[in-house]
Nanobody, 124 residues
Framework: QVQLVESGGGLVQAGDSLRLSCAAS????????MGWFRQAPGKEREFVAA????????NYADSVTGRFTISRDNAKNTVYLQMNSLKPEDTAVYYC?????????????????WGQGTQVTVSS
């Protein structure tokens, strides 16, 4: 089992930045990749970004490319999502996920463990 705990969410204004963190514990040696997803009220959960745990391969949703950066610190078993130039449409609950099967999947079904989520609200 892998446990994931997100932190760093909050209320910000459009144009501001936030950095989300996701700390992993448990059988972290089984992880191959980690990702961030988000879900806005009334909408389906959508892919945001993903990173392979060892090789540094990354994937981004078109909507966040150039604004968000995913990174990892293997020593701390932590993945980060640096979010710059935030927009009101970025408002959502952000979830961290870990995969023991795929390196940097864009598909939520490729992930085996999920965090509890952290709220990000961007006001206009």
């Amino acid at each position: 089992q892998v446990q994931l705990v997100e932190s760093g969410g909050g209320l910000v204004q459009a144009g501001d930045s936030l950095r989300l963190s996701c700390a992993a514990s448990g059988r972290t040696f089984t992880m191959k990749g980690m990702g961030w997803f988000r879900q806005a009220p009334g909408k389906e959960r959508e892919f945001v970004a993903a990173i392979s745990w060892s090789g540094g391969s990354t994937n981004y949703a078109d909507s966040v490319t150039g604004r968000f950066t995913i990174s990892r610190d293997n020593a701390k078993n932590t993945v980060y999502l640096q979010m710059n130039s935030l927009k009101p449409e970025d408002t959502a609950v952000y979830y961290c996920a870990a995969s023991i099967r795929y390196l940097a999947s864009r598909n939520s079904r490729g992930y085996d463990y999920w965090g509890q989520g952290t709220q990000v609200t961007v006001s206009s």
